[in-house]
Structure formats: structure tokens, C-alpha cells
């Protein structure tokens, strides 16, 4: 979504902007553009498209030279993807960028309007801009701003920047992500801390309804009544290497290799003793054990994890778990009580459904637990309880590093629940936690088998559609395969309960039509090939991915990806599996010439509903 920077300081701020843009670009966008103070003027230079259009753009109209302005990428709600619906949006007094959507923008434009404003964009957010000039008088631009905000619905992320102070950035957030950078003698606003952790790694989180003024002086910070609030600083723990490529020539195949690592980081900062603890963020036996129903809320990727976690959970705890996709949770008046635990699992921590979700269930009285990896994070703040993920700043948009570091906090919570509740013994929980401990070099060797997933994957390029099949814990693997792919290569493809095919979807196998079988789970494994063969004897191409020394029948599989799990206990396979189906997704995209990082039309962290 929407990607937002601001600067004061000494530096080019033209630089720090376009730098900071491209730090956010992982978000997703369709348009981009600046504004700069000029010799007291403001500059802005904007374009719809890439941000490599934008430093065209900027060639030949001039680089604003100045010390003080904002940027935005933009990823379109209201209206296209246009040169004059890309922010920053100005009505001479007042420029702004937004992120974000202004719910009664059609109300306001209307009163706007009559009050002799026009509107040159179909955007809700010009109404902002609009609407900070309408309330500006006696040179006063924090009380602009707090009469603005009180009339905004919806959700928004803003930076201000007015006409007659050149020397000055304002911000205010409710919703959308906002950071202040604190520097020494400079200043940044942004989406998320990597667009100036180069320049700083102190920063200021702003909480809802608070405004930021950003001058010589430093960063203060206002309520919305504008008086003064104190803020804590922070600093930052990642470091600039880790949000850059490193060698790797995209961020998706840096992440992916950064698996063991992360995965290692996780497991130690969630077990003592070698078993799983989450004491620290509160979550003791007692509580586990009052536990009547779990219910795992998420979107995307992240849901796909809670479907690996409800089985585990189901499997060693004897929990009852249902996973609900967060947009429809959101609004379909669960039953929620006091006994249920209600888990919501997001990297970014700002998905706009599965915050909402969170705030529902926490309304109606359920224990809340956020599975999150990034700690500073609206979805982290609000939860009664946290894990952090340790996976580190994400930046490609298709999550993997996060997937994984998310099924390991859902199996260490599954090892201990089933421990709190008498359903295994202590040593049974240490006897799990120590082959979970084994996934790390499980993941590594998979990972070392990258060309077999980029042959597997030049077998797809060609493709228009595919299937992934698989039973238990490898169907749950099949979701998320199935979305890897078809978020970066954009081929087709679905995922089925291996058993499921045969009820309608099998009519769509035809020659050659490859299906992906995941067969690892070996209490079942004999229907799964039966599967696999129901679609090979009508014609489909077999891939094959399984476990070391898995025998098929000859000719039933086109392909075979045998992967070395060691001693791993069936149920902690889908860890370094789905590096696999990582890989080959990510091999699929960049064989077809696409940019894995950067999907069509897809964001990284969805802020809208
Ligand atoms: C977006 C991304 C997905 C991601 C989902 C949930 O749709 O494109 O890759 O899985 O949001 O994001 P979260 O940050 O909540 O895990």
C-alpha cells in the first residue's frame, strides 16, 4: 500500500525522499511523486509508474533543490493510476500525501466544493488537502490540522506540508502506519523504519490521533486538542544490511536463504530449558488451560500459516482450532467467549482485516494473542499478548521468511498448550521442541537443492494452469504453495485436499496438465499416491515432492523432488517443504521474466479493507 516519507535536515532532501521511496517500495504502488521547498517555494514533481519513471521525470524537469518536503508512492483506491491522482495533492496553501481512505470524502467534497474549492483529482485525498486550507487562518497550522482530523472518517496516514513554513513537516496518523525518524539535527517521517534506518535508527512511534511537527528544533509531538504529548524513543534493531539485497539478486531469494537463520532466532527467543516459554509476554499453563476453543484469524500467507498451526494444535493439544479468513471473521458475528483464545497472525501487523478482527474479538471478551514480526505494529500494540516473530525486515512482497517463523511460534504455542493440558509429558514437549530444533538444518539442505526447484520450475514456464494436491499438513502446504506461485508468476493454480479432486476439479486435468503432489505425510501416504495416480491416468504431468527414499509406482510421477527431513517427526515437514515450493515459485517468476519482488498490482502490507 501506500508508502510515505518526509525530511528535515541539512541533507539533498530530493535524495533522502526518492532513497526513502524506494526503501518502501516493497509496499506496492502504481504512481509516485515529491514536493520540496525551493527558495520558500514548493516544488512538486510527480508520475504515475515506477519510481524509475519518477527519476526521469525528475531529470528532465529539474531535481527540487531544498532541505525540507514530502514523498509518496501511491497504490490507487479512488481513481487510476494517473499523473494528477498521484500525490502530493496541493491547493496552493497546503500540499499533503496520503495513505490511507478517507470514508466520507464524497460528504466533504460536497461542503468543499460549495465553499469555492475545486477539485483537479477523483481522489479522496485532495479532500484533505482541501480541507487543511478551508480551516488555516492566523498562520496556525496545528490548528488546521486538529480541525481537520476531527472531521475525517476512515483511516489515514498523513504528511503536511505548509506553504508558509518552509522550515517545517507535519505528520498525524489513525490506522495507517507512521514512524518518526530521529536524527541528529534532521528529522523523517515514514511508513516503516527501513526508509531511513541509512540516516538513523532512533525513532518515534506515533500512536493514533497524534500530530508530529518536525523542525529545526527537533520532533514534537501534539494530541488532537493540540497540546503537548511525550513520547517515548526507540531504537531500531535492524540494521541497514538487513533490508538490503546483499549479493542476492532479488530480496524474495535473500529471504529465503535466510530461513535457517531466522528460524534459529525464533526458536531461541521462545524456549528455555528446551521447551517452548511464553511466560514473558504472558501466557502461562493456567491460562492454556482455561482455554475452551481457539479460533486463528489472518489473511493471505499468514492465514495459510494458521492452517498449519490448527492442525498441530489439533494434533498434539486436542484443541479445538478453527482458521477463519480475517475479512469474513471480521463480519460474520462470531460467538466469541471468555474461554476462547483468538490468535491473529501477521507479519507486517498492520493488515487492516486482521486488526479488525483482533479489535471484534477483543470487544467480545476473548483472550487475544498476535503472532507479529514487527513489534512496533498497530496489531501488536493492541493484543493482550505478543509473540514476536524474529524474521526481520520483509521486503518482498510475497512473504516466505515470515511464513516460516510463524509456523515455528505456532508449534512451540501447540507443544505447550498440549503440555498444559496433560495431553503429552514434559518430556514428550522436550522431545518435539528438540526435532522442531532440527528444522533449521532441515531447511538449509533444501535449500541447497535450488537447481532441482528451477528445473522443476522450467518445466511450468509454459503453463496456463496447475494444481497442487496433498493430505494433512501437505494440503495446508498446498495453500500456501499454490499462493506463492500464482503471486509472482501469475500462472494459475489451485490447491486441493488431495482427496477432494476427484469431486468435481479433476475434469480440469488434461494432457500434460501439471499437478504438484505433496507426499510427505507417511500415515497417509498410500492415498495420496492413490490420488497422484487418479490424475496421472488422465494425463497429468507429476511432480513429486517427498521424503528421501519415497518409492512410486513406475511411470506414475513425471518429476521427483526427494527432500532429506533427517529424523524429522511428520508433522514439522511443511518447514523446510515449503522452502521448496518457495523456490520453485520464485524460479517460475523470474524464468517467465517477471520481477519477484514486486508482483502486479499486489501490496505488501494491506492497510485497506
Ligand atoms: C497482503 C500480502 C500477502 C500477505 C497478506 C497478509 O495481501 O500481499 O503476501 O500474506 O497481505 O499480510 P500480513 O502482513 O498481515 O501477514
Not at 80 to 102: A, C, K, L, Y
Not at 106 to 133: H, I, N, P, R
Not at 475 to 496: C, D, N
Request: net charge negative.
Amino acid at each position: 500500500m501506500c508508502g510515505i516519507v518526509g525530511y528535515l535536515g541539512a541533507r539533498d532532501c530530493t535524495e533522502v525522499l526518492m532513497d526513502g521511496l524506494e526503501k518502501l517500495e516493497y509496499r506496492g504502488y502504481d504512481s509516485a511523486g515529491i514536493a520540496v521547498f525551493e527558495n520558500n517555494e514548493i516544488k512538486t514533481v510527480k508520475t504515475r509508474g515506477k519510481l524509475s519513471q519518477m527519476k526521469n521525470k525528475l531529470e528532465t524537469e529539474g531535481k527540487p533543490v531544498g532541505h525540507c518536503g514530502i514523498g509518496h508512492t501511491r497504490w490507487a483506491t479512488h481513481g487510476e493510476p494517473s499523473d494528477v491522482n498521484s500525490h502530493p495533492h496541493s491547493n496552493g496553501r497546503v500540499t499533503i500525501v496520503h495513505n490511507g481512505i478517507i470514508e466520507n470524502y464524497a460528504e466533504l467534497k460536497e461542503f468543499l466544493t460549495e465553499q469555492g474549492y475545486t477539485f483537479l483529482s477523483q481522489t479522496d485525498s485532495e479532500a484533505v488537502a482541501c480541507l487543511l486550507d478551508y480551516y488555516y487562518s492566523e498562520r496556525n497550522p496545528l490548528h488546521a490540522i486538529t480541525e481537520t482530523l476531527k472531521e475525517l472518517r476512515g483511516s489515514y496516514a498523513l504528511g503536511i506540508i505548509f506553504k508558509d513554513f518552509p522550515e517545517r513537516v507535519y505528520a498525524a496518523r489513525r490506522g495507517s502506519p507512521l514512524i518518526v525518524g530521529v536524527g541528529d539535527g534532521e528529522s523523517f517521517i515514514a511508513s516503516d523504519i527501513p526508509a531511513f534506518l541509512k540516516y538513523t535508527k532512533d525513532y518515534v512511534l506515533l500512536d493514533d490521533d497524534e500530530i508530529v511537527r518536525l523542525d529545526k528544533d527537533g520532533a514534537k509531538f501534539f494530541d488532537l486538542h493540540g497540546l503537548p504529548v511525550k513520547k517515548e524513543t526507540q531504537t531500531a534493531e535492524w540494521d541497514v544490511e538487513q533490508a538490503q539485497k546483499c549479493g542476492f539478486p532479488h530480496y524474495m531469494l535473500k529471504e529465503i536463504h535466510e530461513q535457517p537463520e531466522v528460524v534459529q532466532k525464533t526458536l531461541d527467543s521462545l524456549t528455555s530449558e528446551g521447551v517452548p516459554d511464553f511466560s514473558e509476554i504472558g501466557l502461562t499453563d493456567e491460562m492454556l488451560r482455561g482455554v475452551g476453543r481457539v479460533f486463528i484469524t489472518a489473511c493471505g500467507t499468514a492465514m495459510y500459516a494458521g492452517i498449519v498451526g490448527k492442525y498441530a494444535i489439533e494434533k498434539v493439544a486436542r484443541v479445538p482450532v478453527a482458521v477463519e479468513i480475517a475479512s469474513e471473521f471480521r463480519y460474520m458475528n462470531p460467538i466469541l467467549n471468555a474461554e476462547d483464545l483468538v490468535i491473529v497472525v501477521s507479519q507486517s501487523g498492520e493488515t487492516a482485516d486482521t486488526k479488525a478482527a483482533l479489535e471484534l474479538a477483543k470487544s467480545r471478551g476473548a483472550k487475544t494473542l498476535a503472532v507479529v514480526n514487527v513489534k512496533y505494529s498497530a496489531i501488536a500494540r493492541l493484543a493482550d499478548m505478543c509473540v514476536n516473530t524474529l524474521a526481520g525486515p520483509e521486503i518482498a512482497v510475497a512473504s516466505t521468511k515470515a511464513y516460516s517463523v510463524q509456523i515455528v511460534s505456532l508449534y512451540l504455542l501447540a507443544f505447550r498448550f498440549a503440555y498444559a493440558r496433560g495431553a503429552i509429558s514434559e518430556s514428550e514437549m522436550k522431545r518435539l521442541t528438540s526435532l522442531l530444533e532440527q528444522t533449521p538444518q532441515a531447511i538449509s539442505r533444501v535449500i541447497e537443492r535450488s537447481d532441482e526447484c528451477q528445473f522443476a520450475a522450467s518445466q511450468l514456464i509454459n503453463t496456463e494452469t496447475l494444481f497442487f494436491i496433498g493430505r494433512g499438513f501437505d494440503y495446508a502446504l498446498s495453500l500456501e504453495g499454490s499462493l506463492k506461485l500464482k503471486e509472482i508468476s501469475y500462472i494459475h493454480s489451485e490447491a486441493y485436499a488431495a482427496g477432494e479432486l476427484k469431486h468435481g476439479t479433476i475434469s480440469l486435468i488434461e494432457q500434460n496438465t501439471p499437478v504438484i503432489t505433496i507426499a510427505t505425510q507417511r500415515h497417509i501416504l498410500e492415498k495420496t499416491i492413490s490420488n497422484m495416480e487418479e490424475v496421472k491416468a488422465r494425463g497429468a504431468y507429476i511432480i513429486a515432492i517427498c521424503r528421501k527414499g519415497t518409492m512410486f509406482a513406475e511411470g506414475s510421477v513425471d518429476l521427483k523432488l526427494e527432500l532429506d527431513f533427517g529424523d524429522l517427526d511428520d508433522m514439522l515437514v511443511p518447514l523446510p517443504t515449503v522452502c521448496a515450493l518457495q523456490l520453485i515459485a520464485y524460479y517460475s517468476s523470474v524464468l517467465r521474466g517477471n520481477d519477484p519482488d514486486k508482483p502486479r498490482n499486489l501490496a505488501k502490507s494491506v492497510t485497506t479493507e
